[in-house]
Antibody, heavy 113, light 110 residues
Framework: EVQLVESGGGLVQPGGSLRLSCAASGFIFSHYWMTWVRQAPGKGLEWVAHIKEDGSEKYYVDSVKGRFTISRDNAKNSLYLQMSSLRAEDTAVYYC??????WGQGNLVIVSS | NFMLTQPHSVSESPGKTVTISCTGSNGIIVRNYVQWYQQRPGSAPTTVIYEDKRRPSGVPDRFSGSIDGSSNSASLTISGLKTEDEADYYCQSFDGNNWVFGGGTKLTVL
């Protein structure tokens, strides 16, 4: 059974940093693109970033470029999202995803003073 | 920028068939795969259609996807509606290396 378990969310002040993690199991992690998608309260889904199987290609939505970094550790079956210079508009539930089938349960990030 | 447009809401009765459309802002929708995601209230999204018309294992064949090149649109059709199908549905495709989501459609089954 595929499992994607996000962690690392919480409350952070504007301008602060946070690192999300996604622990994957039930599939060969190194064989798949992985993606972060977020959902602001009461809003729709927004793609944030994705990363190629070997980490050699990474793509970001314009609003997070230069502030967020996606990475992966295939030896640990883990996906990460390093978020810095956080803004109020980054407040959202962040989902880890194995393209295009499986989703994690989501992890809430609140950016507020 | 490429956009995907969905109706804000649709409603239909149990046992009936409903179709949700997803229209691309340019001809790109026929050149890239479309996925459909279901999100029930208070839950994470799940994938119901990928690569235009393929269903992940466990998704009933009441769910089907299609592409209409002439109208640059994708559609999600749900037949034999059940109350458990009440959810938000999002289409998603690609703009180069980036993903694009539609704004979502709230399906009410009443």
């Amino acid at each position: 059974e595929v499992q994607l378990v996000e962690s690392g969310g919480g409350l952070v002040q504007p301008g602060g940093s946070l690192r999300l993690s996604c622990a994957a199991s039930g599939f060969i992690f190194s064989h798949y693109w992985m993606t972060w998608v977020r959902q602001a309260p009461g809003k729709g889904l927004e793609w944030v970033a994705h990363i190629k199987e070997d980490g050699s290609e990474k793509y970001y939505v314009d609003s997070v470029k230069g502030r967020f970094t996606i990475s992966r550790d295939n030896a640990k079956n883990s996906l990460y999202l390093q978020m810095s210079s956080l803004r109020a508009e980054d407040t959202a539930v962040y989902y880890c995803m194995r393209d295009p089938w499986d989703w994690g349960q989501g992890n809430l990030v609140i950016v507020s003073s | 920028n490429f956009m995907l447009t969905q109706p804000h809401s649709v409603s239909e009765s149990p046992g009936k068939t409903v179709t949700i459309s997803c229209t691309g802002s340019n001809g790109i929708i026929v050149r890239n795969y479309v996925q459909w995601y279901q999100q029930r209230p208070g839950s994470a999204p799940t994938t119901v259609i990928y690569e235009d018309k393929r269903r992940p294992s466990g998704v009933p064949d009441r769910f089907s996807g299609s592409i209409d090149g002439s109208s640059n649109s994708a559609s999600l059709t749900i037949s034999g509606l059940k109350t458990e199908d009440e959810a938000d549905y999002y289409c998603q495709s690609f703009d180069g290396n980036n993903w694009v989501f539609g704004g979502g459609t709230k399906l009410t089954v009443l």
